[in-house]
Structure formats: structure tokens, C-alpha cells
């Protein structure tokens, strides 16, 4: 293992000085070096060498800040390290950008419900056969047009439970009334 790393870095030292052959073998061992450290925290193969080729251009790029006296190993992994970090900080914050925000989502389920020509008064009926809790929130929300937050708080429930109960309410409407 010492001569691979002595290797490493006397390949880089004869790449500073210019020997071509030498920097070729220098990237061939740094890729080899790398891509199982990548592989173990990316997903895809493609992921993988993408990334692989963008560190060994940073390499390219910072070669001459390399210090002959130093080993190359950890230079080479600290690159390596902060490519992956601004490779992931894009990744997930593309995520976030194409993320679906859970307002809109309650919102569509709200509107597939009462949105048609159906009233609160037309389906009381079937709100009437739902368990207590439910049409009890379902009542005070669209008869009496309170807010999930003022339901939750005349009912001593957190916010997101009387969500959570009005949208089982809804896909418990929505079944009996597509019959």
C-alpha cells in the first residue's frame, strides 16, 4: 500500500515537471483510487462517472497547488470531497425545487370533493354516517367555515390531526358518493 502511495505521489511530482505519460497513470490511479468512495455514496453508476470526471478536472485545475512535500492522498480525497458535497447540495436542492408543496396537495383533495356541484347540504346525509370525529370536523370546516387551525383548536386536536382526519373523511365521501 506505501509503494501505490509513494507511486501516487512520485507520479505527481514527475506530472508537475511535465512527463505527460505520468499524469496519464496519475489520473488512471486517482480514478481507480476514487470511484469506490464515490460508488458507496451516490446512487447510480452514472452519478458515479460524472462526478468522477468532474473531481479529475478539479484536480486538473488545482494541480499546482499541490505541495510535493505532502502526501497526495489526502489532497486528492479532499477534492474529491468537496466536489461531492456541491454535487449533492445541487442534487437535493433540485429536489426541493420540483418538491410538491403539501398545501396544494390538500387543496386539489379539498377541491376534488366539494368542488363539484354537490353542496355541504346535498351530501349531509352521508356526512352524518361518518364517525363522529370526522363529521364533526367536516361540519364545522364547510358549514360553518372555520379554518383546520380554529377546528383544531375548539376541538383540543393539533392541526395537522384534524387535516389528516378531514382528508379520510373526504376519501370516505369521495367512495360512497362515485357509487
Not at 376534488?112 to 364533526?136: C, F, R
Not at 378531514?166 to 367512495?175: E, V
Amino acid at each position: 500500500m506505501t509503494d501505490k502511495t509513494d507511486n501516487l505521489e512520485a507520479l505527481m511530482r514527475q506530472s508537475l515537471d511535465g512527463d505527460k505519460r505520468a499524469y496519464a497513470e496519475l489520473l488512471r490511479e486517482t480514478a481507480r483510487l476514487l470511484q469506490p468512495f464515490l460508488a458507496k455514496r451516490l446512487s447510480f453508476g452514472s452519478e458515479v462517472d460524472d462526478l468522477l470526471q468532474e473531481i479529475l478536472i478539479s484536480i486538473h485545475k488545482a494541480r499546482h497547488t499541490y505541495d510535493g512535500m505532502r502526501p497526495y492522498k489526502p489532497w486528492a480525497y479532499a477534492i474529491a470531497r468537496f466536489r461531492l458535497q456541491d454535487y449533492l447540495r445541487d442534487h437535493y436542492a433540485d429536489h426541493l425545487r420540483h418538491a410538491v408543496d403539501l398545501c396544494e396537495v390538500e387543496n386539489d383533495l379539498h377541491e376534488d370533493v366539494t368542488g363539484s356541484a354537490m353542496s355541504y347540504e346535498s351530501i349531509s346525509g352521508e356526512i352524518n354516517k361518518l364517525p363522529e370525529k370526522q363529521a364533526t370536523i367536516l361540519r364545522m370546516m364547510h358549514q360553518e367555515g372555520y379554518t383546520a387551525k380554529e377546528v383544531a383548536e375548539k376541538m383540543g386536536m393539533n392541526e395537522s390531526a384534524v387535516k389528516v382526519a378531514a382528508h379520510r373523511a373526504y376519501k370516505i365521501l369521495r367512495k360512497k358518493l362515485e357509487r
